[in-house]
């Protein structure tokens, strides 16, 4: 079964802080995401990555960015947070899958507060 | 424009029946995915079921269904025999092989009553 871990599950941060999520998935993939996930808008997705050192913007990228330093690792970073980045943060990562579907798999979700 | 659009903010259901949760979806790429995607309260989110746009057959995992209806860009999930467990957050999504970008929907809420 494919395991997608994310450092915290629950994070309470001051404004201006530099705020590090950590994701970890053990499939070996290619393709790793980071979403943000707030009450009616859905999961809106920020950065993804497709290699090692590979990153890309998504769809909401300011105020984030992201590292790639290892295959199985994706990492995102709030420069500064502020109180608007509070929400709900998932990483997804994808391989083929069976039948290449390129189907993603989440880790638990980290809930940010931001105070 | 929305791509994906789930109309059911919420629903309630008895439990035992069928449900059906709707999704309809707007692209002009011939080649796409459509995945349902469920979320308890626990936060993770768990893939149920796969529809690529040149399957013929719709597909069924166990107890889901898509009803995939190609000429009205329709890709509704059926639950049969709802279970109370099944009372989650449903999303579904869409990726455009164009340009790989999976696109979700703002989801609907499902309650089973017991």
């Known amino acids: 079964d494919v395991k997608v871990t994310q450092s915290s599950r629950y994070l309470v941060k001051r404004t201006g802080e530099k705020v590090f999520l950590e994701c970890v998935q053990d499939?070996?993939?290619?393709?790793m995401f980071w979403y943000r996930q707030d009450p009616g808008l859905g999961l809106r997705l920020i950065y993804f990555s497709y290699d090692v050192k590979m990153k890309e913007k998504g769809d909401i990228p300011e105020g984030y960015s992201v590292s790639r330093e290892k295959k199985e690792r994706f990492s995102l970073i709030l420069e500064s947070a502020s109180t608007n980045q509070t929400s709900m943060y998932l990483c997804?990562?994808?391989?083929?899958?069976?039948?290449?579907?390129?189907?993603?798999?989440f880790g638990p979700g980290t809930r940010l507060t931001v105070t | 424009a929305q791509k994906i659009t789930q109309t059911q903010p919420g629903m309630f259901v008895q439990e035992k029946e069928a449900v059906t949760l709707d999704c309809t979806y707007d692209?002009?790429?011939?080649?796409?995915?459509l995945f349902w995607y469920k979320q308890p309260s626990s936060g993770e989110m768990i893939f149920l079921i796969y529809?690529?746009?040149?399957?013929?057959q719709n597909a069924t995992e166990g107890r889901y269904s898509l009803n995939f209806q190609k000429a009205r860009k329709s890709a509704n999930l059926v639950i049969s025999a709802s279970q109370l467990g099944d009372s989650a957050m449903y999303f579904c999504?869409?990726?455009?092989?164009?340009?790989?970008?999976?696109?979700f929907g703002k989801g609907t809420r499902l309650h089973i009553l017991p």
């Open positions: 692209t002009s790429d011939p080649s796409y995915g």
């Open positions: 529809q690529g746009s040149y399957d013929q």
């Open positions: 997804a990562s994808r391989g083929p899958g069976a039948l290449g579907r390129y189907e993603q798999y």
């Open positions: 499939m070996d993939h290619e393709n």
């Open positions: 999504a869409m990726r455009e092989n164009r340009d790989d970008k999976i696109i």
